[in-house]
C-alpha cells in the first residue's frame, strides 16, 4: 500500500511546488485545494465528497492548540459538556473553531438570541405540532407595542394596553371612533338548518354559587373600578343549562339590583325574588307609570280582547432556515423559555401577525387585533367563521362568589378611560355585516358618577324613524319605558293608547287589573250582579249598619242623569249629566250648590275652636267666622288680607289696628280704584303719603255726592270749579262773593274791610293795610279786518299799536297787577305758505318780561285771542307797559316773510298794592 502512495505524494507536493495549487480529479485546480467528483453526473452509485474529520463532543472539548478556522463534525453530544470551547456544542453537526469557542457551522440569527426583522411574509405551519412561549414577565410576550401584551407575571393578556389588570383587558386608543370589542358571526340559523351561534358567552368554571357570570358598566377610567351598573347571571343550573338575568345600577344609597329575569320568566322591579310574569316592588306607592294619552284621575287599567291595556274610566425551523428569513414547518412540539425576557413583534403592516390564517391576526398599521378576520375594524374584532355553531366570544371565571367569600370576577367589563361624559359604555348590536355598521340597538351605561361608581343601563333601537332609547334603568333603580327619566319604579310613557300589554291567558275586553293580597296582578272583569236583590238592580232597605272596607281600592259611582246619586233626597243630589254637586236642593246650578232656607248658615269648616261659616238672610249673604276669630283671605298660599274680630280690615297685614289698614313696602301704591281707564291710588315712599289718580286724569275731592275740589292733569286746581284756568282757582258760586278767605294773616294792623294781602318777605301772605287802583284803561280799538295797522315777522319783536300804557306808582307801591286782554285780526298770508306760530309778550319799561302767549294762526283771516295776566313788584314812579309780538316758530313760513296783523280789540287793567 505505501509503495502505491508514495509516488502519488512525491507527484502532488512537486505539483504543490510547481503550480502551489491542488487538485484531485482535475488537472488544472482552481483553488489551493480543488476537490473535483469524480463522477460529477450519471447513475454511478461511488461516494464522492469530503469526508471531514468526525468525533464526539468530549473529543473536541479536550482537544487544546487547535488552530483558527478547524471543522469537525461532532457525531455525539451524549459524552462531554455543553462548557468551556463545547459550550454552543448541543447538537450533532459541523463545527469550526473561530479561535475560542467551538462554533456552529451554520449559526444564523434567530429568534433565541437575536432581535431581527422579518425579510418577508413567514408561515409556521404547525400542523398536529404545539407552539408555546413560555415567561413570567409582564408583557412577557407583545404584538407591535400594546396591540397584543401577555403578562405572564399575572397571567394576563391585553389588547391595546401593555399592562392589563384583568384576564382580558382590551383599550381602544384615545378619541377612538371605532369600537372597542366587535363580535361577529356568519350564519343563517334555523332557515337553513344551523345552531344560533353566540356572539359572546359568559361562564364559570366553578360550579358552585348561584351568581355566576356579570357585564360589569364601570364609570371611572380605571378598568378595576367599582361597576357602576351590571349585568349578572344568576338562578345558575349547570345539569340543565338554566339561568336568569339581574340588572343592578349604584346610587348614593346602594349598589342593588333592579331589574330581575329569573331563569322562569319571571320578571321582577324592585324584588329579586318575582312570582309572576312581571313584579314590581316599592317602598312608596306610585311603582307603576304608564302615560299613553288615556291616563287620567282615578282611571284603571283596562285590557281589550288581545291583551292590550289602556287607561279607561269604569266604565420552530430547521437548523438552516429560521423565523426572520424563511418559512418553515415544525417537527414537535415547540415551547419558548422565556424566563424573566420578554418577547414583543413590531410591525407596521396591517395582518403584521396572525395565526392559522384568519385565526388570529395583528393589524399593527390601525393598531387593532383581529379573531377570525385579517382586516379588524376595531381595537378587538372577533369574527366566528360562516356557518359556525360555536360562540364567538366566552368570557369565563372559575370561583364560586360569596359562597366561599370570593368576589364575584366580572366575566366582561366595559369602561371609557376618559373621565367625561354621563354616556361612558356600550354594547353595540349591528344588522349590518360590517363591523364598522350603525348599531340597529345598544346597550350603554349612563348616569355615570365614577367617584362613587354610580351608574345606570339604557337600552336603545334603531327604527324607520329614530334611533333613541327605549327602556332607561336608572341608578335608583326606577325603570322606564318610553321615557329616560322615570321617576317611579316602572314608568311607561307613549303618545298612543295601549302602552302595557299582559297576556297571560286572563286577558278580555273590559277586564281590569287586580291583584290579591301579594300583589300578584291577572286581569278579571267587573264581578256580575249575584241573583239576590241588591243595589244594582232592586230598592232596599238596610236592615243593620253597613260598612265597606276598600283598602287600597276606590269606589266611584258613575251616572249620566240630574239628581244620579242622591242621600235623604235633597240632603245631597248629584247631578251627573251636568257635574254638579247640590246640598239641600236636587237642582243644582254651580259645581257646588248649597240651599238653606232664609236666615240660615250654609257652609261650616271648623277644627273645634274656629268655625268659618256662610249665612244667608235678611236679603244679605255672609262669609266669615262666627267665634271670635280673625277671616283672613290668601293667595297662593299667603295670607293677603284680614279681617280682625274687632272688625279692623288689614291688606298687607294681619294685625291692622285701624277700620282699613293697607300695609305695603316702602315706594309701593296700596289702594287702587280704576275703571280701566281711570285709576285711583294711594301710594307711600321717600318719607310721603299720597292719594291721587296714576292716569292722566283729573282728580275730583267730593262731598255730599258733589265735587268739591279739582286737581287737573297739568297740575291746576280748582276749589267750586271743574275746569280750573290757573294754578289756583276759586269760584264761590255766587256773584259778587269771594270764595277765598284768609284768617290769622301776618299784618302790622288790623285786618279791615276792603283791605288787599300781598306776600312778606319770608314769602308769607300778609294782609295790606290800604289798597289803591292806577287808572284803568279799556281800549276799543276801532280797526276793522282788512286794515292792516302793523306786520309781524320771526326776526324781531314789533310793538302792537294802541296797547302802550304809562301808569305811575306812588312811593310806598310794591306790587302791581296787570292784565292785558287782546284781539288780533292776521290780514294776509306770508311767503312759504306755512301757519306759523305767534307770540305775545309784556314788555315793560321797553324790556321783554317772562308773561307771553303762543297761538298758532290758522290762516288769512282769521283771528287771535290773547290774555296776559301777571305780577309784578315794581318801584315807585313812572313806567311804560306794552305788547309787542313775534313769529317764534315759522313752521314752513319763509324766514323774514311779514304777516300783516290789525289789533281788533285791546283792554288793560292794572292795580297796584301799597
Same mark, same amino acid.
Given at each position: 500500500?505505501?509503495?502505491?502512495?508514495?509516488?502519488?505524494?512525491?507527484?502532488?507536493?512537486?505539483?504543490?511546488? &510547481?503550480?502551489?495549487?491542488?487538485?484531485?480529479?482535475?488537472?488544472?485546480?482552481?483553488?489551493?485545494?480543488?476537490?473535483?467528483?469524480?463522477?460529477?453526473?450519471?447513475?454511478?452509485?461511488?461516494?464522492?465528497?469530503?469526508?471531514?474529520?468526525?468525533?464526539?463532543?468530549?473529543?473536541?472539548?479536550?482537544?487544546?492548540?487547535?488552530?483558527?478556522?478547524?471543522?469537525?463534525?461532532?457525531?455525539?453530544?451524549?459524552?462531554?459538556?455543553?462548557?468551556?470551547?463545547?459550550?454552543?456544542?448541543?447538537?450533532?453537526?459541523?463545527?469550526?473553531?473561530?479561535?475560542?469557542?467551538?462554533?456552529?457551522?451554520?449559526?444564523?440569527?434567530?429568534?433565541?438570541?437575536?432581535?431581527?426583522?422579518?425579510?418577508?411574509?413567514?408561515?409556521?405551519?404547525?400542523?398536529?405540532?404545539?407552539?408555546?412561549?413560555?415567561?413570567?414577565?409582564?408583557?412577557?410576550?407583545?404584538?407591535? *407595542?400594546?396591540?397584543?401584551?401577555?403578562?405572564?407575571?399575572?397571567?394576563?393578556?391585553?389588547?391595546?394596553?401593555?399592562?392589563?389588570?384583568?384576564?382580558?383587558?382590551?383599550?381602544?386608543?384615545?378619541?377612538?371612533?371605532?369600537?372597542?370589542?366587535?363580535?361577529?358571526?356568519?350564519?343563517?340559523?334555523?332557515?337553513?338548518?344551523?345552531?344560533?351561534?353566540?356572539?359572546?358567552?359568559?361562564?364559570?368554571?366553578?360550579?358552585?354559587?348561584?351568581?355566576?357570570?356579570?357585564?360589569?358598566?364601570?364609570?371611572?377610567?380605571?378598568?378595576?373600578?367599582?361597576?357602576?351598573?351590571?349585568?349578572?347571571?344568576?338562578?345558575?343550573?349547570?345539569?340543565?343549562?338554566?339561568?336568569?338575568?339581574?340588572?343592578?345600577?349604584?346610587?348614593?344609597?346602594?349598589?342593588?339590583? +333592579?331589574?330581575?329575569?329569573?331563569?322562569?320568566?319571571?320578571?321582577?322591579?324592585?324584588?329579586?325574588?318575582?312570582?309572576?310574569?312581571?313584579?314590581?316592588?316599592?317602598?312608596?306607592?306610585?311603582?307603576?307609570?304608564?302615560?299613553? /294619552?288615556?291616563?287620567?284621575?282615578?282611571?284603571?287599567?283596562?285590557?281589550?280582547?288581545?291583551?292590550?291595556?289602556?287607561?279607561?274610566?269604569?266604565?420552530?425551523?430547521?437548523?438552516?432556515?429560521?423565523?426572520?428569513?424563511?418559512?418553515?414547518?415544525?417537527?414537535?412540539? +415547540?415551547?419558548?423559555? #422565556?424566563?424573566?425576557?420578554?418577547?414583543?413583534?413590531?410591525?407596521?403592516?396591517?395582518?403584521?401577525?396572525?395565526?392559522? /390564517?384568519?385565526?388570529?391576526?395583528?393589524?399593527?398599521?390601525?393598531?387593532?387585533? %383581529?379573531?377570525?378576520?385579517?382586516?379588524?375594524?376595531?381595537?378587538?374584532?372577533?369574527?366566528?367563521?360562516?356557518?359556525?355553531?360555536?360562540?364567538?366570544?366566552?368570557?369565563?371565571?372559575?370561583?364560586?362568589?360569596?359562597?366561599?367569600?370570593?368576589?364575584?370576577?366580572?366575566?366582561?367589563?366595559?369602561?371609557?378611560?376618559?373621565?367625561?361624559?354621563?354616556?361612558?359604555?356600550?354594547?353595540?348590536?349591528?344588522?349590518?355585516?360590517?363591523?364598522?355598521?350603525?348599531?340597529?340597538?345598544?346597550?350603554?351605561?349612563?348616569?355615570?358618577?365614577?367617584?362613587?361608581?354610580?351608574?345606570?343601563?339604557?337600552?336603545?333601537?334603531?327604527?324607520?324613524?329614530?334611533?333613541?332609547?327605549?327602556?332607561?334603568?336608572?341608578?335608583? *333603580?326606577?325603570?322606564?319605558?318610553?321615557?329616560?327619566?322615570?321617576?317611579?319604579?316602572?314608568?311607561?310613557?307613549?303618545?298612543?293608547?295601549?302602552?302595557?300589554?299582559?297576556?297571560?291567558?286572563?286577558?278580555?275586553?273590559?277586564? &281590569?287589573?287586580?291583584?290579591?293580597?301579594?300583589?300578584?296582578?291577572?286581569?278579571?272583569?267587573?264581578?256580575?250582579?249575584?241573583?239576590?236583590?241588591?243595589?244594582?238592580?232592586?230598592?232596599?232597605?238596610?236592615?243593620?249598619?253597613?260598612?265597606?272596607?276598600?283598602?287600597?281600592?276606590?269606589?266611584?259611582?258613575?251616572?249620566?242623569?240630574?239628581?244620579?246619586?242622591?242621600?235623604? %233626597?235633597?240632603?245631597?243630589?248629584?247631578?251627573?249629566?251636568?257635574?254638579?254637586?247640590?246640598?239641600?236642593?236636587?237642582?243644582?246650578?254651580?259645581?257646588?250648590?248649597?240651599?238653606?232656607?232664609?236666615?240660615?248658615?250654609?257652609?261650616?269648616?271648623?277644627?273645634?275652636?274656629?268655625?268659618?261659616?256662610?249665612?244667608?238672610?235678611?236679603?244679605?249673604?255672609?262669609?266669615?267666622?262666627?267665634?271670635?276669630?280673625?277671616?283672613?283671605?290668601?293667595?297662593?298660599?299667603?295670607?293677603?288680607?284680614?279681617?280682625?274680630?274687632?272688625?279692623?280690615?288689614?291688606?298687607?297685614?294681619?294685625?291692622?289696628?285701624?277700620?282699613?289698614?293697607?300695609?305695603?313696602?316702602?315706594?309701593?301704591?296700596?289702594?287702587?280704584?280704576?275703571?280701566?281707564?281711570?285709576?285711583?291710588?294711594?301710594?307711600? *315712599?321717600?318719607?310721603?303719603?299720597?292719594?291721587?289718580?296714576?292716569?292722566?286724569?283729573?282728580?275730583?275731592?267730593?262731598?255730599?255726592?258733589?265735587?268739591?275740589?279739582?286737581?287737573?292733569?297739568?297740575?291746576?286746581?280748582?276749589?267750586?270749579?271743574?275746569?280750573?284756568?290757573?294754578?289756583?282757582?276759586?269760584?264761590?258760586?255766587?256773584?259778587?262773593?269771594?270764595?277765598?278767605?284768609?284768617?290769622?294773616?301776618?299784618?302790622?294792623?288790623?285786618?279791615?274791610?276792603?283791605?288787599?294781602?300781598?306776600?312778606?318777605?319770608?314769602?308769607?301772605?300778609?294782609?295790606?293795610?290800604?289798597?289803591?287802583?292806577?287808572?284803568?284803561?279799556?281800549?276799543?280799538?276801532?280797526?276793522?279786518?282788512?286794515?292792516?295797522?302793523?306786520?309781524?315777522?320771526?326776526?324781531?319783536?314789533?310793538?302792537?299799536?294802541?296797547?302802550?300804557?304809562?301808569?305811575?306808582?306812588?312811593?310806598?307801591?310794591?306790587?302791581?297787577?296787570?292784565?292785558?286782554?287782546?284781539?288780533?285780526?292776521?290780514?294776509?298770508?306770508?311767503?312759504?305758505?306755512?301757519?306759523?306760530?305767534?307770540?305775545?309778550?309784556?314788555?315793560?319799561?321797553?324790556?321783554?318780561?317772562?308773561?307771553?302767549?303762543?297761538?298758532?294762526?290758522?290762516?288769512?283771516?282769521?283771528?287771535?285771542?290773547?290774555?296776559?295776566?301777571?305780577?309784578?313788584?315794581?318801584?315807585?314812579?313812572?313806567?311804560?307797559?306794552?305788547?309787542?309780538?313775534?313769529? #317764534?316758530?315759522?313752521?314752513?313760513?319763509?324766514?323774514?316773510?311779514?304777516?300783516?296783523?290789525?289789533?281788533?280789540?285791546?283792554?288793560?287793567?292794572?292795580?297796584?298794592?301799597?
Amino acid at each position: 500500500m505505501k509503495k502505491k502512495v508514495l509516488p502519488v505524494v512525491i507527484l502532488l507536493l512537486a505539483f504543490c511546488k &510547481v503550480r502551489s495549487q491542488v487538485g484531485i480529479n482535475t488537472t488544472s485546480p482552481a483553488a489551493t485545494f480543488d476537490i473535483n467528483a469524480k463522477n460529477a453526473t450519471g447513475t454511478s452509485t461511488n461516494v464522492d465528497g469530503v469526508l471531514i474529520t468526525r468525533l464526539d463532543r468530549q473529543r473536541a472539548q479536550s482537544m487544546t492548540g487547535v488552530p483558527t478556522s478547524t471543522l469537525i463534525y461532532v457525531n455525539s453530544v451524549a459524552t462531554g459538556t455543553q462548557t468551556g470551547t463545547a459550550v454552543n456544542i448541543d447538537a450533532v453537526g459541523y463545527y469550526y473553531y473561530n479561535g475560542s469557542v467551538w462554533t456552529k457551522l451554520a449559526n444564523p440569527v434567530n429568534i433565541y438570541n437575536a432581535d431581527g426583522t422579518l425579510t418577508g411574509n413567514r408561515t409556521v405551519t404547525q400542523g398536529a405540532n404545539t407552539l408555546a412561549f413560555t415567561g413570567t414577565k409582564t408583557n412577557a410576550f407583545s404584538v407591535n *407595542g400594546k396591540n397584543f401584551s401577555v403578562d405572564a407575571a399575572n397571567s394576563r393578556v391585553g389588547i391595546g394596553t401593555i399592562a392589563p389588570a384583568s384576564s382580558l383587558s382590551v383599550q381602544n386608543s384615545s378619541g377612538a371612533t371605532n369600537s372597542t370589542i366587535s363580535a361577529g358571526i356568519e350564519n343563517c340559523g334555523a332557515a337553513c338548518l344551523q345552531g344560533i351561534a353566540r356572539n359572546i358567552t359568559l361562564y364559570n368554571l366553578n360550579s358552585t354559587g348561584g351568581q355566576f357570570a356579570e357585564l360589569g358598566f364601570i364609570p371611572s377610567t380605571s378598568e378595576t373600578g367599582l361597576s357602576g351598573a351590571s349585568i349578572t347571571g344568576i338562578d345558575r343550573d349547570a345539569a340543565n343549562s338554566y339561568a336568569g338575568l339581574q340588572f343592578s345600577t349604584r346610587n348614593a344609597t346602594d349598589y342593588a339590583p +333592579r331589574l330581575t329575569i329569573k331563569s322562569s320568566g319571571n320578571v321582577g322591579i324592585g324584588t329579586t325574588s318575582p312570582t309572576n310574569k312581571l313584579q314590581i316592588e316599592s317602598t312608596t306607592s306610585g311603582a307603576l307609570k304608564i302615560v299613553d /294619552g288615556t291616563q287620567g284621575t282615578d282611571k284603571v287599567l283596562t285590557s281589550d280582547a288581545s291583551g292590550v291595556a289602556t287607561w279607561k274610566a269604569l266604565p420552530a425551523a430547521p437548523a438552516s432556515a429560521n423565523i426572520y428569513n424563511t418559512d418553515g414547518t415544525l417537527t414537535g412540539n +415547540r415551547t419558548v423559555t #422565556q424566563g424573566a425576557n420578554t418577547l414583543a413583534f413590531t410591525g407596521t403592516q396591517t395582518n403584521a401577525f396572525s395565526v392559522n /390564517g384568519k385565526n388570529f391576526s395583528v393589524d399593527a398599521a390601525n393598531s387593532r387585533v %383581529g379573531i377570525g378576520t385579517i382586516a379588524p375594524a376595531s381595537s378587538l374584532s372577533v369574527q366566528n367563521s360562516p356557518g359556525a355553531t360555536t360562540s364567538t366570544i366566552s368570557a369565563g371565571i372559575e370561583n364560586c362568589g360569596a359562597a366561599c367569600l370570593q368576589g364575584i370576577a366580572r366575566n366582561i367589563t366595559l369602561y371609557n378611560l376618559n373621565s367625561t361624559g354621563g354616556q361612558f359604555a356600550e354594547l353595540g348590536f349591528i344588522p349590518s355585516t360590517s363591523e364598522t355598521g350603525l348599531s340597529g340597538a345598544s346597550i350603554s351605561g349612563i348616569d355615570r358618577d365614577a367617584a362613587n361608581s354610580y351608574a345606570g343601563l339604557q337600552f336603545s333601537t334603531r327604527n324607520a324613524t329614530d334611533y333613541a332609547p327605549r327602556l332607561t334603568i336608572k341608578s335608583s *333603580g326606577n325603570v322606564g319605558i318610553g321615557t329616560t327619566s322615570p321617576t317611579n319604579k316602572l314608568q311607561i310613557e307613549s303618545s298612543t293608547s295601549g302602552a302595557l300589554k299582559i297576556v297571560d291567558g286572563t286577558q278580555g275586553t273590559d277586564k &281590569v287589573l287586580t291583584s290579591d293580597a301579594s300583589g300578584v296582578a291577572t286581569w278579571k272583569a267587573l264581578p256580575a250582579a249575584p241573583a239576590s236583590a241588591n243595589i244594582y238592580n232592586t230598592d232596599g232597605t238596610l236592615t243593620a249598619n253597613r260598612t265597606v272596607t276598600q283598602g287600597a281600592n276606590t269606589l266611584a259611582f258613575t251616572g249620566t242623569q240630574t239628581n244620579a246619586f242622591s242621600v235623604d %233626597g235633597s240632603t245631597l243630589s248629584v247631578d251627573a249629566a251636568n257635574g254638579l254637586v247640590g246640598l239641600g236642593t236636587t237642582t243644582p246650578d254651580t259645581k257646588l250648590t248649597i240651599s238653606t232656607p232664609d236666615s240660615s248658615f250654609g257652609l261650616n269648616h271648623t277644627n273645634g275652636t274656629v268655625n268659618l261659616k256662610t249665612y244667608i238672610g235678611g236679603g244679605a249673604a255672609t262669609v266669615g267666622t262666627t267665634t271670635a276669630n280673625d277671616l283672613r283671605f290668601m293667595t297662593n298660599n299667603t295670607q293677603k288680607m284680614t279681617v280682625t274680630s274687632s272688625g279692623n280690615v288689614g291688606i298687607g297685614t294681619t294685625t291692622p289696628n285701624t277700620k282699613l289698614t293697607v300695609s305695603t313696602a316702602d315706594n309701593s301704591f296700596g289702594i287702587t280704584h280704576t275703571n280701566g281707564t281711570v285709576s285711583l291710588e294711594t301710594y307711600i *315712599g321717600g318719607g310721603s303719603g299720597y292719594v291721587g289718580t296714576t292716569t292722566s286724569n283729573t282728580l275730583n275731592l267730593m262731598t255730599n255726592n258733589s265735587p268739591k275740589m279739582t286737581i287737573t292733569p297739568t297740575g291746576n286746581v280748582g276749589v267750586g270749579t271743574l275746569t280750573p284756568g290757573a294754578r289756583l282757582e276759586v269760584n264761590s258760586g255766587t256773584a259778587n262773593v269771594s270764595g277765598l278767605k284768609f284768617t290769622n294773616l301776618n299784618s302790622s294792623s288790623p285786618t279791615g274791610t276792603g283791605q288787599a294781602i300781598g306776600v312778606d318777605a319770608s314769602g308769607n301772605v300778609i294782609a295790606v293795610s290800604t289798597t289803591a287802583q292806577v287808572s284803568t284803561t279799556e281800549n276799543a280799538v276801532s280797526n276793522v279786518p282788512g286794515s292792516p295797522t302793523f306786520s309781524v315777522n320771526d326776526l324781531g319783536y314789533t310793538p302792537v299799536p294802541g296797547t302802550v300804557q304809562n301808569i305811575t306808582i306812588p312811593a310806598g307801591g310794591k306790587a302791581l297787577f296787570i292784565n292785558f286782554m287782546l284781539g288780533i285780526d292776521y290780514y294776509s298770508l306770508p311767503s312759504g305758505g306755512g301757519t306759523g306760530f305767534y307770540q305775545a309778550i309784556l314788555f315793560i319799561d321797553n324790556v321783554a318780561t317772562n308773561v307771553y302767549q303762543t297761538v298758532q294762526e290758522s290762516g288769512p283771516g282769521a283771528q287771535a285771542q290773547f290774555n296776559l295776566s301777571s305780577v309784578k313788584f315794581l318801584t315807585a314812579g313812572n313806567h311804560m307797559l306794552y305788547i309787542a309780538m313775534i313769529r #317764534q316758530y315759522n313752521n314752513g313760513t319763509a324766514s323774514g316773510a311779514n304777516m300783516a296783523c290789525t289789533p281788533i280789540s285791546v283792554s288793560f287793567n292794572s292795580t297796584y298794592i301799597n
